[in-house]
């Protein structure tokens, strides 16, 4: 999805002064896109046949609730225009707070505006400002019976009331009456680390019975190396799951009306129900992974009270609630309500790959490198990044210590990798590495220094020594778990979840002098 495609209403108007400039037509479809379903698919790609430009206008969240009241909307605007922005027919997303698009309409003046068919051309309510801007009306897609509350209760069918937390004690189902659990989290490389301790609790508990896990397929490698088959006895190389199940619901949701994509979908449902799983237990959260704990036919799906996406919580028959505070502990809570007791937390499993492991060895080989620390620049998002020519004058400092610097770096983040090696004046390497050789890499670091990442989770997990930088995000909930570990972070930085591009404040206060002091008392530790 181009990141451009979201823009705000002075944006919009730019980019639509541009795009006549061009000679394009505009073409404007609003609504509250609450739950995407083919409905509005449908819509949208005829009402891009019309031509032009299409603009996608999405009710906030306030007009959202104010129309169809408490409990609405199911997902926020910022999460329901990424997936609008997703779909190729769509060129460009506004979110506008504003009963209907009456504002709007002046703003951009579309050539025609878009409606669905439980409109007629008279009754649109912003028929008469379209016209009066030189525009027409036109009634696009399949008829309207496609509705989101009835496509929730018939995929999700009966269930618990919502209001009752159901406790860690209550129905218990006893271990010698189920043989087969699924695991969902399929997402992102941090919080698949953050679930293998609870997995790994329940595969001690219950040594019998045969786990599944679903997974999106770029993070396949942590939980299954490629040296292995994602079925079949368990080994070193996939030490936690019997069986693998991957998915792309990125990538469908960028082609959801292409035949082959629903292909691939009843494929991976298909295979889902295979082994026909009698429990499932959603760490994730999210109304994707509900669905799919609940396509996978388990009788039994638990999840928390309160999941990030709140409609997620309608496809589970248990419900807890996380009163926990690391994210680590809250997951354990939902395999400790699935055994009916608390148990021990165990460290984390991450498969082991020999190839990748003499990879590393090699590398460290050729290279004389006797100890080195792997540093990473890059983050999910800007605010979490602290500066990568920082990360320079850590390796440059570093470097007196007789411990080399590894610049790691993913898809995306070479220009970070570049500056931090620039910056090092040649005492830092950059390495560009697959899932796998990142798992070797780890193993063998004496250090680890980064902010709020998967890289950093993964080091944790592997019990490494960490330096975590910390923005807005709290490092109580999602800090370095289980390993040894200075969490650096000011109190300029707010806790905050937003995805924000710019720089945090409290984040960019932290000082090369401070990172150095903190890596050289973990060193001094483990020496």
Request: hydrophobic content about 40%; glycine content about 8%; overall charge positive.
């Amino acid at each position: 999805m181009s990141p451009n495609k979201i823009l705000s209403r002075q944006e919009l108007r730019q980019q639509v002064a541009n795009w006549r400039e061009r000679g394009d037509s505009v073409t404007l479809a609003n609504g509250c896109f609450d739950l995407l379903h083919v409905g509005h698919v449908r819509y949208l790609h005829a009402a891009k046949e019309l031509g032009g430009k299409l603009i996608v206008a999405i009710n906030s969240d306030e007009s959202v609730r104010a129309m169809k009241g408490e409990g609405r909307p199911l997902m926020p605007a910022a999460e329901r225009a990424e997936i609008l922005a997703s779909l190729a027919d769509v060129d460009a997303v506004v979110i506008f707070p504003e009963p209907d698009v009456r504002a709007l309409v002046r703003e951009i003046r579309p050539d025609v505006q878009a409606k669905g068919t439980d409109y007629t051309a008279e009754n649109v309510p912003e028929r008469d400002v379209v016209l009066e801007c030189g525009g027409r009306v036109e009634i696009v897609g399949d008829p309207k019976d496609h509705s989101a509350t009835d496509i929730i209760r018939s995929r999700m069918g009966t269930r618990r009331s919502w209001t009752t937390p159901i406790s860690p004690s209550t129905e218990v189902p006893e271990p010698s009456k189920f043989d087969r659990l699924l695991v969902v989290r399929t997402s992102a490389m941090g919080d698949i680390i953050h679930a293998l301790p609870a997995v790994a609790a329940l595969r001690e508990s219950l040594p019998q019975i045969s786990i599944g896990w679903v997974v999106e397929e770029r993070w396949v490698e942590l939980l299954c190396s490629p040296s292995s088959s994602l079925t079949g006895p368990r080994s070193v190389a996939r030490p936690l799951a019997d069986r693998i199940h991957t998915v792309n619901t990125k990538g469908w949701r960028r082609t959801l009306i292409a035949p082959d994509t629903w292909r691939q979908i009843s494929g991976s449902v298909r295979d889902l129900r295979i082994p026909r799983y009698q429990i499932a237990i959603d760490f994730q959260g999210a109304l994707r992974s509900a669905l799919i704990a609940r396509l996978s036919g388990a009788k039994r799906i638990y999840g928390f009270a309160n999941p990030r996406e709140s409609v997620a919580r309608v496809a589970y028959t248990e419900r807890i609630t996380a009163n926990r505070t690391h994210v680590v502990e809250q997951n354990l809570l939902l395999s400790e309500a699935l055994l009916g007791k608390r148990v021990g937390l165990p460290a984390a499993l991450l498969p082991r790959d020999e190839a990748a492991q003499q990879e590393c060895d090699r590398y460290i080989i050729e290279h004389r490198i006797e100890e080195f620390a792997l540093l990473n620049p890059g983050a999910g998002w800007g605010a979490k990044q602290w500066p990568a020519e920082r990360y320079g004058e850590v390796a440059k400092q570093l470097s007196g210590l007789n411990l080399r610097c590894l610049i790691n770096y993913g898809p995306g983040e070479q220009t970070l990798a570049e500056a931090a090696v620039t910056s090092s004046k040649g005492h830092a390497k950059a390495i560009q590495l697959s899932l796998t050789q990142l798992i070797a890499f780890t193993r063998r670091a004496a250090l680890f220094i980064g902010g709020d990442t998967g890289p950093m989770h993964l080091a944790a997990a592997l019990k490494v020594p960490v330096v975590a930088l910390f923005g807005p995000t709290d490092p109580a909930r999602n800090g370095p778990f289980g390993t040894t570990s200075i969490v650096l972070r000011n109190q300029l930085s707010p806790t905050s979840h937003k995805r924000r591009t710019q720089p945090d404040p409290g984040l960019s206060a932290i000082t090369e002098e401070e990172v150095i002091a903190a890596a050289q008392q973990l060193l001094e530790r483990h020496l």
